[in-house]
């Protein structure tokens, strides 16, 4: 497994749906890209695919150390501009003030995770095994085209999670949904009232899985829209992770 690391200097300053930064990443020595108490952005070679990535990690973190990880799929394109916009904007204020370790992939080529992508899924957690002492499992969190293709990844990877987190996101297809009924973790949901296209199927997919016991949950976020404003801080996301690794 061939890694090349680049280390992203500072945090980029941008919100969670829109926005860019020209800051360059500057080559690292580690064999993973890690910025303790930051970002950072690097490569890491799966069955012969160079995908790129984000990490964030707490203060003080080193290779090898144990800490609870969210395995965090990106939104739209899932290219590196909106996976590093999604992590600084969401993720990291609260995930180095936690402790979190955020692990980030980007679509390799362009292909996304739930329309070919998923294929490498395994060989990155593999991946993540071997710098990080995972606490538990992974929690796996996705928003927008990040959620459908945390669905498509659980029901493939079923055994492989603590638990998921879309924001918003849902069982696309048939066998998503059937093979969901494999995958007996945690499922939180959260959706905008006004999001539509989401709102409906994310209800079906709730009234499907608590009518048969799963533990799963929805909140509708009145007169807010695909993106949820009300998230935008990590705060409650992460307030709903903390619950779940302790519940573990």
Same mark, same amino acid.
């Given at each position: 497994?061939? !890694?090349?690391?680049?280390l992203?200097?500072t945090? !980029?300053?941008?919100? &969670?749906?829109?926005g860019?930064s020209?800051?360059?990443?500057? &080559?690292?020595d580690?064999?993973?890209?890690? %910025?303790?108490?930051?970002?950072?952005?690097?490569?890491?070679?799966?069955?012969?695919?160079?995908?790129?990535?984000?990490? #964030?990690?707490?203060e003080?973190?080193e290779?090898?150390?144990?800490?609870?990880?969210?395995?965090?799929?990106?939104?739209?394109?899932q290219d590196?501009?909106?996976? $590093? $916009?999604v992590?600084?904007?969401?993720? *990291?204020?609260?995930?180095?003030?936690?402790g979190?370790?955020?692990?980030?992939?980007?679509?390799p080529?362009?292909? !996304?995770? @739930?329309?070919?992508?998923?294929? /490498?899924i395994?060989g990155?957690?593999?991946w993540?095994?071997?710098?990080?002492?995972?606490?538990?499992?992974?929690?796996?969190?996705?928003?927008? %085209?990040?959620?459908?293709?945390?669905?498509?990844?659980?029901? *493939? *990877?079923?055994?492989? @999670?603590?638990?998921?987190l879309?924001?918003?996101?849902?069982p696309?297809t048939?066998?998503d949904?059937?093979n !969901?009924? *494999? &995958?007996?973790?945690?499922?939180?949901m @959260?959706?905008?009232?006004t999001?539509?296209?989401?709102?409906?199927?994310?209800q079906?997919? @709730?009234d499907?899985?608590s &009518? $048969?016991?799963?533990?799963?949950?929805?909140? #509708? /976020?009145?007169g807010?829209g695909?993106?949820?404003?009300?998230l935008?801080?990590g705060?409650r996301?992460?307030?709903?992770l903390?619950?779940?690794?302790e519940s %573990?």
């Amino acid at each position: 497994m061939k !890694l090349r690391a680049l280390l992203l200097a500072t945090a !980029l300053g941008v919100s &969670a749906c829109s926005g860019s930064s020209n800051d360059a990443p500057s &080559a690292s020595d580690g064999p993973t890209a890690l %910025n303790p108490g930051g970002m950072a952005a690097g490569t890491v070679e799966i069955d012969g695919t160079e995908i790129d990535y984000i990490t #964030i990690v707490p203060e003080g973190f080193e290779a090898g150390d144990a800490a609870p990880v969210m395995f965090a799929l990106p939104a739209g394109r899932q290219d590196m501009e909106i996976t $590093q $916009q999604v992590a600084t904007g969401v993720y *990291q204020s609260e995930a180095v003030r936690r402790g979190w370790v955020v692990v980030s992939p980007v679509a390799p080529n362009g292909t !996304l995770y @739930f329309d070919g992508s998923e294929v /490498f899924i395994s060989g990155l957690l593999d991946w993540v095994d071997t710098w990080i002492g995972v606490e538990g499992k992974p929690h796996l969190v996705g928003v927008s %085209n990040g959620g459908l293709s945390a669905f498509r990844v659980l029901g *493939q *990877q079923p055994d492989r @999670f603590e638990s998921i987190l879309v924001f918003p996101g849902f069982p696309r297809t048939d066998a998503d949904r059937t093979n !969901l009924e *494999q &995958a007996d973790v945690p499922i939180r949901m @959260f959706v905008g009232e006004t999001d539509a296209g989401w709102v409906e199927p994310m209800q079906e997919t @709730f009234d499907s899985l608590s &009518a $048969q016991g799963r533990d799963i949950t929805l909140d #509708i /976020f009145p007169g807010e829209g695909h993106r949820v404003v009300s998230l935008s801080d990590g705060v409650r996301i992460f307030d709903e992770l903390d619950e779940l690794r302790e519940s %573990n």
